[in-house]
């Protein structure tokens, strides 16, 4: 019981915590938006823990970014041309990843992650509402320059941030590309990818997320001011979501299980990043 109450304590937190910060920020078209993006993530809970499926837990995290960036753009009070390239960029990486995710489910029947937590009510509930927490506050710095008077500015800072997106995303689909051919092939059937990108890094899709998440704030920093420094959280967020959280740590604790014994594992990530690349000097 008490675990249950904890487990829906965190849930209230984790939408308090984007919620509070929209409030802070006195800007009411970023309130309605984190609302928005709750709403949408609460109303597909219910079918999904009705029959207890994770098939479109990803994909719901996608289109709510979609929804959310334009529902930004349509209602901001000036909408450029550099509000439509953020826009713009932030959808491509959503249909992108919402897709390749959606259809890697689909093939694979089931998210390893989600086993346990389906049938809990009130783990199934808190693991929606966290995907809430990270569209909100990964949206947080971008949704404020888009809703800013003059919307978000030009400039060397908005150029320099797009550049690190798209190297970014390029590295992040490299990077997914290379394992669905590692894993396409019967002969590396229970093996480890060490080619490609992920001779450089042993997790380069979630550094090239890194990269374009940092991008997209550089390309919203200059149409910040006063106490909406506070969004830039938003990428320091994605790092610590995907590094410390729910990405990194989790596949590191299922890959060491699977492979720890062996020795040319253990010769793979003593030599190998887990993050960013290490270039030779």
Known sequence: MRSVFLKFLFSIVAFLIPFAISLFLGNQLITNIVLLIFFIHWLLFIPA???????????????????????????????????????????????????????????????????????????????????????????????????????????????????LFLF????????????????????????????????????????GEILLWFGISVMSISSLSGIEYITLISPVFVYLLLTRISGVNFLEESANKKWGHLDEYKDYMSKTPKIFFKFPI
């Open 168 to 207: 970014g995303f390029i590295i992040e689909i490299v990077a997914d590309y290379q394992k669905t051919l590692f894993r396409k092939n019967s002969v590396n059937k229970n093996k480890f990818i060490t080619s490609g990108l992920w001779s450089y890094s042993r997790h380069p899709n979630y550094m």
């Open 49 to 163: 823990y009705i029959f207890q499926t994770e098939k479109f837990f990803d994909l719901t995290g996608s289109i709510t970014f979609l929804i959310a960036s334009f529902y930004a753009l349509l209602n901001a009070p000036s909408t450029n041309i550099f509000s439509i390239v953020v826009v713009s960029c932030i959808s491509c990486w959503a249909i992108r990843l919402g897709t390749f995710l959606f259809m890697r489910i689909n093939k694979d029947g089931e998210d390893k992650r989600f086993i346990e937590i389906k049938p809990s009510f009130s783990r199934f509930l808190m693991t929606w509402t966290l995907s809430g927490t990270w569209v909100s506050i990964c949206l947080l710095c971008v949704l404020t320059a888009i809703s800013s008077n003059s919307g978000v500015e030009g400039g060397t800072l908005f150029y320099f941030g797009l550049i």
